[in-house]
């Protein structure tokens, strides 16, 4: 018995732990602008879901400060105490679940809005100055063109969008302003974008949109904060768990007895006397 009560204790301390070191990565995270790294930043200004980063703040440090509590309560298995941290955790938790709930509403709404954002900014080529840099250096770096499609530039496409397809796949377009397909990149006819002395009449762009790589890093900061409340809820169910069976241990646990039968065939029952 004394062994698994020290088997116990000790898998709650190291339980009690991870939370202590979740909490501080809610704080991390919460402190950290991850906003900040998205594309084109201004085209989700009104999709900002700045008010994760004040949750993951505050609760990182009452989770901080209760894991110390139950650090404390398992190293002294003060009975009390265990009881207490298994309280605040479990009340911890469901604030946590009631107030997070609309990220998981964010993340299931936000393709919707993205796409309605596409439809607000285009054509692109009357954007603001500032969205149409940006978009240049995106296009450049991920080999892309384009919001949905190459088509939202109209006909003044960026040089960002020009792409050089193999030699194997070239094809030529069989009707001017039709798309031809060369692997990564696609043929365009020259009433997309009227030939100069710098550019040819075949004109071959990229033929991936940029939206789905821009939907992707917008989507990214809710899905780690997701991600950081889940991992949060799965170890503090542990060590409520945990911390509860250790407090309350001599409650579910029977003590071992030993019977006797005295000289008048009286049965007696005593506690076996422990070995350690």
Same mark, same amino acid.
């Given at each position: 018995m004394a062994r698994c009560r020290s088997y116990l204790r000790g898998l709650s301390i190291c339980v009690t732990v991870l939370l202590l070191v979740s909490g501080v990565v809610m704080i991390g995270v919460g402190v950290s602008s991850i906003e900040g790294n998205t594309p084109v930043a201004q085209l989700f200004e009104q999709l900002s879901s700045s008010d994760g980063l004040m949750v993951l703040k505050v609760f990182g440090l009452v989770t901080v400060v209760l894991s110390v509590l139950g650090v404390c309560a398992t190293s002294l298995h003060h009975k009390p105490l265990l009881l207490l941290f298994s309280a605040l955790i479990f009340v911890e938790f469901v604030a946590l679940m009631v107030v997070a709930s609309p990220?998981?509403?964010?993340? /299931?709404?936000?393709?919707?809005?993205?796409?309605?954002?596409?439809?607000?900014?285009?054509? &692109?080529?009357? /954007?603001?100055?500032?969205?149409?840099?940006?978009?240049? %250096?995106?296009? /450049?770096?991920?080999?892309?063109?384009?919001?949905?499609?190459?088509?939202?530039?109209? %006909?003044? &496409?960026?040089?960002?969008?020009?792409? %050089? =397809?193999?030699?194997?796949? &070239?094809? *030529?377009?069989?009707?001017?302003?039709?798309a031809s397909s060369g692997g990564p990149c696609? &043929?365009?006819?020259?009433?997309?974008?009227? *030939?100069?002395?710098?550019?040819?009449?075949?004109?071959?762009?990229?033929?991936?949109?940029?939206? =789905?790589?821009?939907?992707?890093?917008?989507?990214? *900061?809710? %899905?780690?904060?997701?991600? !950081?409340?889940?991992?949060?809820?799965? !170890?503090?169910?542990a060590a409520v768990a945990l911390c509860l069976a250790l407090g309350l241990q001599e409650y579910w646990t029977t003590p071992p007895v030993e019977t006797t039968v005295d000289d008048f065939d009286r049965v007696k029952y005593q506690p076996k006397p422990s070995l350690t």
């Open positions: 990220l998981v509403q964010v993340q /299931a709404q936000m393709d919707g809005a993205v796409d309605e954002v596409f439809r607000n900014v285009t054509p &692109l080529h009357r /954007a603001e100055p500032y969205i149409q840099s940006e978009l240049n %250096k995106l296009q /450049a770096s991920d080999s892309c063109c384009g919001l949905r499609t190459f088509k939202d530039w109209e %006909k003044q &496409l960026p040089v960002s969008c020009f792409c %050089k =397809p193999a030699v194997s796949t &070239l094809q *030529p377009s069989s009707q001017s302003g039709n696609v &043929l365009v006819g020259s009433d997309l974008y009227p *030939p100069t002395s710098q550019v040819s009449e075949r004109l071959w762009v990229h033929s991936e949109p940029c939206g =789905p790589i821009l939907k992707s890093h917008l989507s990214f *900061p809710i %899905k780690v904060r997701i991600g !950081i409340i889940s991992a949060f809820s799965t !170890i503090a169910m």
